[in-house]
């Protein structure tokens, strides 16, 4: 892919705000909200049963993530997967700190059958959704991408979804191709939200890349090269997490066509 379409995917971001469902952990809604807002996307945390589901039918893009997944929320999150397929919606699955913890794990395996259009995760979560490791250590990886990425394709050629495997360099993963995306800051981890806000971010790209023409793995591979722009400046424009994450909502609010070429495609 080439930053000319992550341009061009960008500029269609801005000038469509896809409506974007966020079924999204408690921790991170807030910034998750403000994160598309900043990029010209508009967010709508639906995830109430019988809600969820009519709403990822109607919506421009979905995602899924099961952070904190309650009662209420996990048949919300199953709800909005039928339907999103049903309707062809496309949608991101971010089984966030599977593996160890039972209810999340059972969640995501459910999920992803429902063939997401991406999965967004660190390597442990990639690894242990495809079935061939424990997790983390909680939400944070204790595996290297380029370990991740035979489970990667796993996913990818069992259910169809491009997968992206974060971290210093991201892994985009189809059933075909492999792409990296580097640059970025490692401020983002030090930011609660920083990973799961890039999930709902993916789903607004998808959205944007159909209407532009781009496929799936090269909107998915678009919206990671903006997201570590954007990083890249807020860090330079920050002292620390507490003045980064203004930063970095003003970096992707800003963020030019130019300011793409910083990052390597690979």
């Not at 000038?15 to 990029?39: D, E, K, R, Y």
């Not at 995501?108 to 259009?117: E, I």
């Not at 442990?124 to 990886?141: F, H, T």
């Amino acid at each position: 892919m080439s930053h000319a379409t992550a341009r061009t995917v960008l500029d269609q971001v801005r000038a469509a705000a896809p409506l974007v469902g966020c079924i999204t952990n408690s921790v991170v809604t807030n910034f998750t909200a403000n994160v598309l807002l900043a990029l010209g996307a508009a967010p709508a945390m639906v995830d109430i049963i019988g809600e969820a589901g009519p709403f990822a039918a109607a919506a421009d893009g979905q995602l899924i993530n099961v952070g904190t997944p309650g009662p209420e929320q996990r048949g919300a999150s199953m709800d909005a997967a039928v339907a999103a397929g049903r309707a062809g919606t496309p949608w991101v699955l971010d089984p966030v700190a599977i593996g160890r913890l039972i209810q999340r794990t059972a969640l995501a395996h459910q999920l992803v059958k429902r063939r997401p259009t991406a999965v967004r995760g660190n390597a442990s979560e990639i690894i242990a959704l495809a079935g061939l490791g424990p997790g983390g250590r909680g939400v944070e990886s204790s595996d290297e991408v380029e370990s991740a990425l035979g489970a990667a394709r796993s996913i990818a050629e069992r259910f169809g979804s491009v997968v992206a495997v974060s971290g210093p360099t991201d892994a985009i993963v189809s059933a075909d191709r492999v792409a990296r995306v580097g640059g970025g800051s490692a401020m983002l981890t030090l930011v609660t939200g920083g990973g799961c806000a890039l999930g709902a971010v993916i789903a607004a790209f998808l959205a944007a890349g159909r209407a532009a023409g781009v496929d799936a793995f090269d909107s998915v591979v678009a919206c990671h090269a903006v997201y570590s722009a954007a990083a890249e400046i807020a860090a330079e424009n920050s002292s620390g997490p507490g003045s980064f994450q203004p930063a970095f909502l003003d970096a992707l609010h800003g963020l030019s066509g130019a300011d793409l070429d910083r990052i390597a495609l690979s």
